[in-house]
């Protein structure tokens, strides 16, 4: 039994008439007439009373016509559902961010517009430090991760810049380095950083923003002292409110723990900075990973500075 022989059946229990159903389908009566004696044939049993004036349905021909109908709406409605997935505008999409990434408000802006663009698109987010995030890219786990300076690049990935902001001295608000600091207009030199305890968001030894801040230390001939190293930007904050140590942060984070920690600009700071990057696999064919990918690039050319 095929489709077709589905709706040659359920035109001539509409009509009532081989001849009409015909003309309705497009084909010839004998051929229509032949297919629906094959569809008893297979079924065993007999699905129309012929008669002068045309066909009447049998009782198990109006018991089969209700199972034809709703495997034909079943068909149907599983062709729109394909028809809407083959443009992206249905299917499932996987987004992987760090915290400091979704600390910036062009995360939660991009996600705003993808849902009211493509609503129907199943949207599963998962938030991790960089390393757990190419890992899980690079496995297929996720279609595409937003996180700040790369910690690795595995073959098969691509790896995108799309903003960049400075970054900020995190410190505990009773420090007495923010005590009397005007801390909008007076800048911390790196010297001084040095001097304190320094908490790193990275897993020890791996590359990033904070081995670049590190490697930047050492061109100075200055020596950090890390007292921690974490993997979230999040406990970073919380170590810091706690008076464990300084960080550097993105300045997306100002005013996380606004009652616990004071914010500063880096002095001397040369390049680092925080870079958004759009993490995506190389050979992607989820249509709405792809289109979400354009939508970020168009966000990032429209608000650069955002």
């Known amino acids: 039994m095929d489709i077709r022989a589905l709706r040659y059946f359920a035109a001539v229990a509409e009509t ?20 629906i004696k094959a569809l008893e044939r297979e079924l065993g ?11 009447a349905l049998t009782d198990a021909g109006r018991l089969f016509q209700a199972e034809a109908l709703r495997m034909l709406q079943d068909m149907e409605s599983m062709k729109q559902r394909m028809t809407r997935v083959a443009k992206g505008q249905a299917g499932r ?25 493509y609503p129907d698109v199943e949207l599963q987010l998962r938030e991790d430090n960089a390393a757990e995030l ?11 991760g937003l996180l700040r300076v790369p910690v690795a ?3 098969g990935l691509l790896f995108e810049t799309l903003l960049r902001e400075p970054v900020l001295v995190a410190m505990p608000s009773d420090h ?16 001084k950083l040095c001097e304190e305890g320094i908490i790193l968001v990275r897993r020890p030894g791996a590359p990033g923003l904070y081995a670049d801040l590190l490697a ?15 993997d979230r930007m999040m406990t970073n904050l919380n170590l810091v409110a706690a008076g464990v140590g300084l960080s550097v942060v993105p300045a997306s984070m100002h005013g996380v723990h606004a009652h616990a920690i004071a914010y500063t ?13 759009l993490v995506s696999r190389a050979e992607e064919d989820n249509l709405p990973a792809l289109n979400f990918a354009a939508l970020l690039r168009r966000l990032a050319q429209e608000n650069p500075g955002s």
Not at 16 to 35: D, K, N, V, Y
Not at 136 to 144: D, F, M, S, T, V
Request: net charge positive.
């Open 16 to 35: 009532g008439h081989m001849t009409r159903a015909a003309e309705q389908l497009g084909i010839q009566q004998p051929p229509l007439s032949q297919q």
């Open 45 to 55: 049993v007999l699905l129309f009373r012929r008669h002068p004036r045309g066909v």
């Open 93 to 117: 999409l996987a987004v992987g961010f760090t915290s400091s990434a979704a600390a910036h408000r062009f995360m939660p802006d991009a996600l705003r517009e993808f849902r009211r663009a």
């Open 134 to 144: 190419t890992e899980a890219l690079a496995a297929g786990r996720l279609h595409c």
């Open 153 to 155: 690049r595995p073959e």
């Open 176 to 191: 007495r380095l923010a005590r009397g600091r005007d801390k909008d207009s007076r800048a911390l030199p790196l010297a």
């Open 216 to 230: 930047l230390c050492h061109a100075k001939g200055l020596r950090p002292r890390v007292v921690a190293e974490v």
């Open 265 to 277: 600009r880096l002095a001397d700071g040369g390049q680092l900075d925080a870079p958004l990057t």
